[in-house]
C-alpha cells in the first residue's frame, strides 16, 4: 500500500485528494474481496459498483497528478513517492477486477453459455448508462465543489480589497497631517527668522547708543580739562 499521508510534504489541496483517495481505495478493495463469494446478479451488481470506485480513484490520480505540479521541488520528491506509490495499488485494483470481471460463469450463472444472447448487449449497454450517469453525479459534485472555492476566493479578494481602501484612507489621512505639520514647520522657522532679525537690529542699535555715550562722556571729559 502507499506510504502514509506526510503533512510535512504537499499542499493542503493534495493531501485531501490524498485522504480521499484513501478511502476509495479502501471502499474498492473490500468490494474486491466480496466479488469471489458472489455469482450472478449479485456479483454483476457489486462489479459495477467496483467499477466506478476504480473510476473515481482514477479522476483522484487526475487531480493529484495536476496539483502536486505546484508543490515547491523542495519536496515534490516525497509526493512523488507517494503519488507512484498510489498509481501502483490502483493498477493492482485494476487488474483483479478485470480478472473477476472475465469470469462470465461466475458473473451469469447457470444463464452463461459461450454463445450469449443479445440480452447480453442490452445488459451491457445498461452497464454503460450507469456508469455515465454516476461519472456525471461525481463530475457536477466537483463543479459545485470548485465553484464554492471560486466563491470562497471571491469573497477573500473583496474582504483584501476593503482592507487596501481602509489603509489607504489611512495613509492619506497621515499624509494631510504631515503636510499641515510641515505648514507649522515653515510658519515657526519665519517667526525665529524675524526674531532673529530683530535681536540683530536690537543690537546694531544698542551698539550705536552705547557708542554715542562714550563719545559724549569723552567730549564732556575732554571740555573740561581744556
Known amino acids: 500500500m502507499a506510504n502514509p499521508l506526510d503533512t510535512d510534504a504537499g499542499s493542503e489541496l493534495f493531501s485531501s485528494y490524498e485522504a480521499d483517495l484513501r478511502l476509495v481505495q479502501a471502499d474498492l478493495n473490500q468490494k474486491l ?3 469471489p463469494d458472489l455469482s450472478g446478479e449479485p456479483r454483476k451488481a457489486m462489479c459495477r459498483q467496483a467499477e466506478h470506485a ?41 487488474r483483479k477486477l478485470k480478472s473477476l470481471s472475465d469470469d462470465r460463469k461466475a458473473l451469469f450463472g447457470d444463464r452463461y453459455s459461450d454463445n450469449p444472447a443479445g440480452t447480453d448487449v442490452q445488459l451491457e449497454q445498461r452497464q454503460q448508462l450507469l456508469s455515465g450517469t454516476d461519472r456525471l453525479g461525481r463530475s457536477s ?6 465553484q464554492r472555492v471560486a466563491n470562497e476566493t471571491e469573497q477573500i479578494g473583496a474582504s483584501t480589497l476593503a482592507d487596501l481602501h481602509g489603509q489607504r484612507s489611512v495613509i492619506e489621512h497621515t499624509r494631510g497631517n504631515l503636510l499641515e505639520s510641515e505648514g507649522y514647520v515653515d510658519r515657526s522657522v ?3 527668522r524675524g526674531m532673529s532679525r530683530r ?28
Open 190 to 192: 519665519k517667526t525665529l
Open 141 to 146: 459534485d466537483r463543479i459545485r465543489e470548485s
Open 33 to 35: 474481496d466480496q466479488i
Open 199 to 226: 535681536m540683530a537690529t536690537n543690537r546694531v542699535i544698542t551698539v550705536a547708543i552705547i557708542t554715542v555715550l562714550v563719545l559724549l562722556i569723552i567730549a564732556v571729559i575732554f571740555s573740561k580739562f581744556r
Open 54 to 94: 476504480l473510476e473515481e480513484a482514477h479522476e483522484l490520480l487526475d487531480q493529484m497528478r495536476l496539483e502536486k505540479q505546484n508543490i515547491p521541488s523542495s519536496t515534490r520528491n516525497k509526493v512523488n513517492q507517494r503519488f507512484r506509490n498510489f498509481e501502483s495499488d490502483v493498477d493492482v485494483c485494476k
